[in-house]
């Protein structure tokens, strides 16, 4: 009975470990860092092995107690024994005490999981999602066995096209009806089928977009640049043009050569700036704001000379929510988390490269003046979704109240 409540803390403590380890990771070696290796790079060895170690640190004890009780009571007191009490007491107590720390932690994740599971998800209200889409185009190879026989399966090729109905109170009457399509972190890469961009222009067209936003992230490497504006851009057709931003991974690429690239097939690049959309003498201003954090995300001169009133946001990363000061946002387009990419039964995502780490991972979100979405994108690095599909998302937008949609 004792051997088990100790295992469970010793199961709930390892539990805890994780949760720290992923603490560090989401929130300084992913979360913010201005260069494509992350200064902190180095915690995400050293983390683990000093929380193992703190972790291992309970077991001198639990030695000390097994070694003491097997000798006679006469021979307990001897100096040998008392010698090897100072030394594993000392580290036994810091493990002991760490072990609490740290199934505390363990418990305490558990607790706000099922907490936040028997809420749902966040609905804000002024929007209504419904049933998404799917295009499967090939069976993606998994590694490692035994995640294949845990039924894992790997979604890269999966396309889902969520649809999303979007109310705003005052939108101007020509615009109810309007259609955004919001395509993000393509990542293009050769080791992914060509077949598989195609099919996302292809879906994309299908949806018969006014507007078709780019959330950045379009290449991982300077080479597939190219390869990108050929394979993406260039069958991409929206009444009223594509307007893109940078993601973090364009600026490490080659910012510069990536704007070039797309600019050429007609892309505007709204960075720190707006545009306008016009319907007959109705207009709904767009609003692009640099990535966080290569960028220099200028929100005075993103939404400079908009009066107050219905507009759309493009940003890379959903941070940007908790900077916009009031700022008003009917719509705010992110990318950047892939929805955590590889997301586990019950925990969902749990490796979001935000210093809010899992709360703005994908979905809907709306913070004071802001309604926000984020898309779990449409590539992966490296080549592997589970239980996160690439996602093409659709928005249109109606003229209505916020409470009767
Ligand atoms: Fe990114």
């Given at each position: 009975m004792l051997r088990f409540f100790f295992f469970l803390l010793l199961a709930f403590a390892l539990l805890g470990d994780a949760r720290i380890f992923l603490f560090v990771m989401n929130r300084l070696v992913f979360g913010s860092?201005?260069?494509?290796?992350?200064?902190?790079?180095p915690l995400m060895w050293i983390t683990p092995i000093v929380l193992l170690i703190l972790t291992s640190l309970f077991w001198p004890l639990h030695r000390w107690i097994d070694w003491m009780l097997r000798r006679e009571v006469i021979d307990r007191v001897t100096p040998e024994a008392i010698e090897r009490v100072d030394w594993d007491t000392m580290l036994g107590k810091a493990g002991l005490g760490w072990l609490m720390i740290a199934a505390a932690v363990g418990v305490y994740w558990i607790v706000e999981t099922i907490r936040i599971r028997a809420k749902g998800e966040e609905r804000p209200q002024g929007v209504r999602d419904h049933p998404p889409e799917l295009v499967t185009i090939r069976r993606a190879h998994i590694p490692f066995g035994w995640l294949r026989r845990l039924g894992a399966h790997n979604d890269v090729y999966d396309i889902e096209i969520t649809k999303h109905e979007v109310f705003v109170d005052d939108l101007p009457e020509a615009f109810d009806g309007y259609r955004i399509a919001f395509l993000t972190d393509t990542h293009v890469a050769r080791v992914i089928r060509p077949h598989f961009y195609e099919e996302v222009v292809a879906q994309t067209n299908r949806f018969e977009p006014d507007v078709i936003l780019l959330g950045g992230d379009f290449v991982t490497w300077h080479r597939h640049i190219p390869l990108m504006a050929e394979t993406l851009v260039a069958g991409l057709v929206a009444r009223d043009g594509i307007f893109a931003v940078l993601g973090n991974h364009d600026y490490w690429a080659g910012g510069a050569d990536v704007r070039k690239a797309m600019s050429e097939r007609g892309v505007q690049f709204i960075i720190n700036r707006s545009a306008v959309l016009r319907r007959g003498s109705a207009e709904l201003p767009l609003v692009g704001i640099d990535e966080v954090y290569r960028g220099e995300p200028d929100l005075d001169a993103a939404f400079a000379g908009l009066r107050w009133g219905p507009r759309i946001v493009l940003t890379h990363h959903p941070d940007l929510i908790m900077d916009m000061a009031g700022r008003r946002a009917d719509l705010m387009l992110c990318g950047h988390t892939h929805g955590g990419q590889i997301r586990f039964p019950f925990f969902g995502a749990v490796v979001v490269p935000s210093r809010y780490e899992t709360r703005f991972a994908s979905g809907f979100h709306r913070v004071n003046n802001v309604l926000m979405y984020v898309s779990r994108g449409i590539g992966a690095i490296p080549p592997l979704r589970i239980l996160c599909r690439p996602e093409i998302a659709t928005f249109v937008l109606r003229q209505g109240g916020r409470t009767k949609p």
């Open positions: 860092h201005r260069h494509e290796k992350s200064p902190w790079a």
